[in-house]
T-cell receptor, first 117, second 114 residues
Framework: AQTVTQSQPEMSVQEAETVTLSCTYDTSENNYYLFWYKQPPSRQMILVIRQEAYKQQNATENRFSVNFQKAAKSFSLKISDSQLGDTAMYFCAFMKQSQGGSEKLVFGKGTKLTVNP | NAGVTQTPKFQVLKTGQSMTLQCAQDMNHEYMSWYRQDPGMGLRLIHYSVGAGITDQGEVPNGYNVSRSTTEDFPLRLLSAAPSQTSVYFC?????????????FGPGTRLTVT
């Protein structure tokens, strides 16, 4: 079974600074997806960024980028130029890619990020 | 398009009561699922369905029933609520395909069982 570990329950950063959230995972699969989801106080789950395991290039979405280390099974999220609106819970998630297409998301326990003015 | 809708948004139940959490989607997604979110636990899969008439258990299915009679709806039933079922419940959908990865989440239902 796959597991996802987020070792930082809480983090804080000053507005405009950069912060990195850590995530490690355990799997014997070779084909999979990794995701970072954001959950603001509104409770809505928002997909921030995804990474396909077969791609060596790290994914980037505006101020959000990842450092994907497949051999180390590490998938960290870097937020640049932090904004007050980035204050949220951030969840790392894993999904196997299979022929059947019925695979589920496995979530880490989350990191609560606070951006201070 | 409304996307994924969940009703109710909030609910308080007494131990032993039953209720159904509703989930509906208008994106014609085959795959629908229910997660529960508890403090410090992340989201855990309860049940999922890959199409009308097909359901299967996830990681934490005990105490919950599901059925899928249409593509659009995937209700979650609590037959006899327990305090351990106090949680926030999310419905999520996606295209049922090897290449499909993006899950669309509903706004959640906060359930309290006293």
């Amino acid at each position: 079974a796959q597991t996802v570990t987020q070792s930082q329950p809480e983090m804080s950063v000053q507005e405009a600074e950069t912060v990195t959230l850590s995530c490690t995972y355990d799997t014997s699969e070779n084909n999979y997806y990794l995701f970072w989801y954001k959950q603001p106080p509104s409770r809505q789950m928002i997909l921030v960024i995804r990474q396909e395991a077969y791609k060596q290039q790290n994914a980037t979405e505006n101020r959000f980028s990842v450092n994907f280390q497949k051999a180390a099974k590490s998938f960290s999220l870097k937020i640049s130029d932090s904004q007050l609106g980035d204050t949220a819970m951030y969840f790392c998630a894993f999904m196997k890619q299979s022929q059947g297409g019925s695979e589920k998301l496995v979530f880490g326990k989350g990191t609560k990020l606070t951006v201070n003015p | 398009n409304a996307g994924v809708t969940q009703t109710p948004k909030f609910q308080v139940l007494k131990t032993g009561q039953s209720m159904t959490l509703q989930c509906a989607q208008d994106m014609n997604h085959e795959y629908m699922s229910w997660y529960r979110q508890d403090p410090g636990m992340g989201l855990r899969l309860i049940h999922y369905s890959v199409g009308a008439g097909i359901t299967d258990q996830g990681e934490v299915p005990n105490g919950y029933n599901v059925s899928r009679s249409t593509t659009e709806d995937f209700p979650l039933r609590l037959l006899s609520a327990a305090p351990s079922q106090t949680s926030v419940y999310f419905c999520a959908t996606r295209v049922f395909s090897v290449k499909a990865y993006e899950q669309y989440f509903g706004p959640g239902t906060r359930l309290t069982v006293t």
